[in-house]
T-cell receptor
Framework: DAKTTQPTSMDCAEGRAANLPCNHS???????VYWYRQIHSQGPQYIIH???NNETNEMASLIITEDRKSSTLILPHATLRDTAVYYC?????????????????FGKGTKLSVKP | DTEVTQTPKHLVMGMTNKKSLKCEQH?????MYWYKQKAKKPPELMFV???????INESVPSRFSPECPNSSLLNLHLHALQPEDSALYLC??????????????FGDGTRLSIL
């Protein structure tokens, strides 16, 4: 089972910031928070990941709360092409061979619709 | 554009056919993955290869047979599939398997339809 909780859907106006929340209250100190998105008819696209500190790259910013129990993905200026399903995934730091630890386990994600 | 290339993009096959899906990456990654995604559902892991050796099989039926002939190529051989196997099959790669700090990069998948 996925270890994250996300809203089923969200709307955002084009040009405004999109703030996508994720709850991961059972996260351990050895687990990363990953964000992927999947645009219709394409494969999942890696966006960003972090462990404790906030992270920023050319696509988005990731804000992780101090207790690490929740995070927010921020798309600073959403465009129509950002319409997609956004997945928040908690992933262990190390893989154990023969087990599922460290695998990417996708939940249902948030369907973000950017509207003109 | 994705750096993981999957062919074919679409495949229609009968239940008695044998076909193969192909995945290629030239990023020097040593871990490769197969996922299955049913319509309106999230991707689910099928197989993991690490350094060309199968390290994880998520209880996938034997009618799906993976193969990793070299570090850049991953195949999924299909035989005697069922209509419920119709799905989007996604390939991904990452630098290594062992460390969770390495993002997986996905191809755009092969959309498979079983008649």
């Amino acid at each position: 089972d996925a270890k994250t909780t996300q809203p089923t859907s969200m709307d955002c106006a084009e040009g405004r910031a999109a703030n996508l929340p994720c709850n991961h209250s059972t996260i351990s100190g050895n687990e990363y928070v990953y964000w992927y998105r999947q645009i219709h008819s394409q494969g999942p696209q890696y966006i960003i990941h972090g462990l404790k500190n906030n992270e920023t790259n050319e696509m988005a910013s990731l804000i992780i709360t101090e207790d690490r129990k929740s995070s927010t993905l921020i798309l600073p200026h959403a465009t129509l092409r950002d319409t997609a399903v956004y997945y928040c995934i908690v992933r262990f730091r190390y893989m154990n061979y023969g087990g599922s630890q460290g695998n990417l386990i996708f939940g249902k994600g948030t369907k973000l619709s950017v509207k003109p | 554009d994705t750096e993981v290339t999957q062919t074919p993009k679409h495949l229609v096959m009968g239940m008695t056919n044998k076909k193969s899906l192909k995945c290629e990456q030239h990023m020097g990654h040593r871990a490769m993955y197969w996922y299955k995604q049913k319509a309106k559902k999230p991707p689910e892991l099928m197989f993991v290869y690490s350094y060309e050796k199968l390290s994880i099989n998520e209880s996938v039926p034997s009618r799906f047979s993976p193969e990793c002939p070299n570090s850049s190529l991953l195949n999924l051989h299909l035989h005697a599939l069922q209509p419920e196997d119709s799905a989007l099959y996604l390939c991904a790669s990452s630098q290594v398997v062992e460390v969770g700090n390495q993002p997986q990069h996905f191809g755009d998948g092969t959309r498979l339809s079983i008649l």
